[in-house]
């Protein structure tokens, strides 16, 4: 069992909400800054949680495969996929022993997963070995050196929340990975969690991204 499984009826709940949606958009953004794909692509995506990015992925015409440790999570994703009448293949699978051949995938992405991937170069290499030459993987994450960081690490995250589990990355950790392979890196979610309502916009975030280098969310690409 996932401690994520206890989260899956609810995980959606904060995307309603203002701040949630504008996360979400610029953390899209942020991955498909990066991730050059088009319909046909074949991608695997890595720790998909409720379907998210999978759903996003499939409803551009990617062939989608998507795996996470939590069943109940995964029925979550089944769920909203088969809502919108998407193709995509969920399995409960471990990133450790991704059973898939060499070579097969032709972009591998992970969106707010790596969080709670204790093994990141383990998980690295496996990621890599399913990625077929020229392939693109793009892995994003919270940022630890941030605004966002600091929440989830804060005593009452601690203490009330699945990031009790997390080990929480900088954009120097991601840099530490394949860093032969490594092309691009970026951040974003530079508004404060604890912005009021109407500070949360695309403009603010323009703004204050000139001057805070500490986004709350860095995205990098590596190319095999």
């Known amino acids: 069992m996932s401690f994520f499984d206890n989260e899956a009826m609810l995980y959606d709940e904060w995307y309603k909400t203002k701040m949630g949606n504008f996360v979400d958009e610029v953390e899209t953004k942020c991955v498909f800054d990066l991730l050059k794909i088009k ?15 999978s759903i996003k992925l ?3 015409g990617c062939k ?28 409960n699978m471990n990133v450790y022993d991704l059973q898939f051949e060499a070579n097969y995938f032709d972009a591998v992405i ?3 997963a790596f969080e709670f991937i204790k093994d990141t170069r383990r998980a ?11 392939g693109q993987m793009v892995i994003g ?30 954009e120097e950790d991601l840099k530490q990975l394949k860093p032969d392979k ?17 500070e949360i916009s695309l403009s603010k975030e323009k703004e ?17």
């Open 39 to 53: 319909p046909g692509t074949k991608v695997l995506d890595v720790g998909c949680g409720t379907g998210n990015f």
């Open 58 to 60: 499939a409803r551009m």
């Open 64 to 91: 989608v495969t998507a795996i996470d440790i939590s069943e109940e999570m995964l029925k979550v994703a089944k769920t909203k996929a088969k809502k919108e009448n998407l193709d995509i293949q969920f399995y």
């Open 110 to 112: 992970s969106v707010t």
């Open 124 to 134: 690295i290499e496996e990621m890599f070995r399913v990625l077929n030459d020229n």
């Open 141 to 170: 994450t919270i940022n630890k050196d941030s605004q966002w960081g600091d929440m989830y690490l804060s005593k009452e995250f601690q203490e009330n929340t699945v990031f009790k589990y997390a080990v929480f990355k900088t």
């Open 182 to 198: 490594l092309k691009d890196i970026r951040k974003c979610l530079f508004i404060s969690p604890s912005a009021k309502e109407e």
């Open 208 to 224: 204050l991204s000139k001057h805070n280098k500490r986004g709350g969310f860095v995205c990098a690409l590596w190319e095999k």
